[in-house]
């Protein structure tokens, strides 16, 4: 079966590439990848916001879920002026692998806004989450699908999603979403998760290759929750953060950058761009600049066939979702570029989002000691399995996660059937 054009975006067509990929490698059964291959289940709903200056306006919105058969489906929302219904099919596909890597009783989810929220008021922004979740609720719950932030939503939009979904249960569900305040349920140490997976992650492969992590020239694309938080953990560490960018544009200094400078300088001026003593770049000059690790945080698709030979890291951790096309992984696995991929690598949001899912259930809270800890243990052993089975199979890291994942979501497959 062809692919559905109204899917049919560049990441959908990465993600489902990638499937084709590994099901040969896992010997996937024809009936199980025809049916991962496709969303469960796609919503789509329109948004009408009564804006500041007394217009309504209409905004597209989208939940898809990827897969419900090891239990309900977890996965971020997101408000861009681009969110289309493929990218979020395909994003919901990566989660369901991801989740499944991690050993977590979860599918994949997605949801996104098409809008820009940079432009909309606190009020504005309100509105439309509220009437988001109003329209997404027969498809949401703590049992059923539990949205998460993503790009261009935070803490204070799961709290509003929870109030307004709460309001008409008429009592208070912790378990809704993740990702919220700590003080209405959130979890402590959920805002810095992905962050710290991806430099745990990091750090875990970097020994395997024997080298150390003092001295590696970094560059991260993406400052913002994710891409600062690895950024700051990094230059701790010892590493040389040479380039760093965000949606305004990069600034680069071969000899480092101080990042609690940089950190401060965004806290007053909103933009990484501008910093003193750093040449400005634009955010395609910065992927290609000389480094050891390059950290895309950004959007997906950054890394394509058309700029994938000017990049001069050797290491790629992704902590953006789909941020490298399947045309260009061939390019970097045939250099022998070390790929840590986006379902491995950025996984460390959505294991202490399924810490935050049980504390809420239970009503019982974590010390962040427990959190740190537990999210190690569960990061550390994804990252032996991943190896273990790159090493048995000579594959790269990609495709070895990816045949976990896969293999647990048709293990699923296999053992509850097809109904009816």
């Known amino acids: 079966m062809t692919m559905q054009a109204e899917f049919d975006s560049m990441l959908y067509r990465t993600a489902v590439a990638q499937l084709d990929d590994v099901a040969k490698k896992v010997d996937l059964e024809p009936d199980i990848h ?25 905004f597209y919105g989208y939940r898809v879920h990827h897969n419900t058969v090891l239990g309900p489906t977890k996965g971020g929302l997101r ?4 969110v289309n219904l493929g990218e979020v099919t395909g994003l919901a596909m990566l989660m369901s692998w991801k989740c499944a890597l991690m050993g977590l009783p979860y599918g994949g989810a997605k949801g996104g806004v098409r809008c820009d929220p940079l432009a909309m008021s606190a009020r504005e922004r309100e509105s439309l989450t509220r009437r988001y ?81 003092r001295g590696q020239r970094v560059v991260v694309q993406g400052f913002g929750n994710v891409g600062s938080v690895v950024a700051r953990l990094l230059w701790k560490e010892g590493c040389v953060v040479v380039g760093i960018s965000d949606v305004h544009g990069g600034i680069w200094n071969p000899r480092g950058l101080d990042i609690q400078q940089v950190s401060q300088h965004v806290m ?38 058309d700029n994938v030979s000017r990049i001069r890291a050797t290491v790629i951790a992704e902590a953006a979702n789909g941020p490298t096309t399947p045309e260009a992984d061939v390019i970097l696995r045939e250099r ?78 296999r053992t509850r059937g097809l109904y009816p």
């Open 133 to 213: 979740t109003a329209e997404v609720i027969p498809v949401i719950g703590p049992d059923l699908d539990i949205p998460a932030p993503d790009l261009g939503t935070d803490e204070q939009t799961m709290a509003w999603i929870m109030d307004t979904y709460s309001m008409t249960q008429g009592k208070t569900i912790l378990g809704v979403v993740t990702g919220k305040p700590v003080v209405v349920g959130g979890s402590v140490g959920r805002r810095e998760a992905t962050g710290h997976g991806v430099v745990h992650t990091l750090g875990q492969v970097l020994r395997r290759l024997e080298r150390d992590p």
């Open 336 to 413: 022998g570029v070390t790929v840590i991929p986006d379902i491995l690598a950025n996984a460390g949001g959505v294991v202490v989002s399924y810490f935050e899912w049980l504390q809420g259930l239970q009503y019982h809270f974590w010390r962040e000691n427990e959190i740190t800890t537990r999210l190690q243990e569960v990061m550390t052993h994804a990252v032996d399995q991943v190896c273990a089975l790159a090493e048995k199979n000579d594959v790269d890291l990609r495709t070895a996660a990816l045949m976990v994942g896969v293999r647990r979501v048709a293990d699923g497959y």
């Open 268 to 305: 007053e001026s909103g933009t990484v761009t501008g910093f003193p003593g750093a040449e400005p770049l634009s955010n395609a000059e910065i992927i290609e600049q000389p480094c050891d690790i390059f950290v895309p945080a950004a959007v997906g698709s950054q890394i394509r066939d």
């Open 79 to 82: 408000y861009a002026p681009d």
């Open 34 to 58: 025809e049916r991962l291959r496709h969303p469960r289940r796609a919503l789509v709903v329109s948004v009408p916001v009564r804006m500041d200056n007394g217009r309504t306006e209409v």
